[in-house]
């Protein structure tokens, strides 16, 4: 009965120790998968901070000229067209980071 006891006992510390690695394998890979998400995620608020400046710093003088001409409609649709492939730069890049979790 010892011995069966015994053998009992190493299949279960096997059993656990894989489980631990497997565990530690997991836990590698969500690390690797936030790394690279946070890295995105950085590079796409360089890149919008950086679009923030480009149309702030170009903004004010078509804003200047639309004040003193009577028509003031083509800036504002010329800054909703700049604001919208936001969220479709965002949408790949969500898809991107689902098939970073799924491998």
Not at 36 to 65: G, V
Not at 82 to 96: A, F, Q
Request: charged share 15%; aromatic share 2%; with cysteine.
């Amino acid at each position: 009965d010892t011995s069966l006891n015994g053998d009992k006992l190493d299949v279960n510390t096997s059993i656990q120790l894989q489980r631990r690695r497997e565990m530690v394998k997991y836990a590698v890979n969500d690390c690797l998968a936030v790394s690279r998400i946070s890295s995105e995620i950085s590079k796409l608020s360089q890149q919008h901070k950086q679009q923030q400046q480009h149309q702030s710093a170009s903004s004010p003088h078509p804003q200047q000229i639309s004040s003193s001409l009577p028509i003031s409609s083509p800036p504002s649709s010329e800054q909703q067209p700049s604001s919208s492939p936001l969220p479709s730069t965002i949408e790949p890049t969500l898809s991107t980071y689902v098939q970073i979790l799924a491998e």
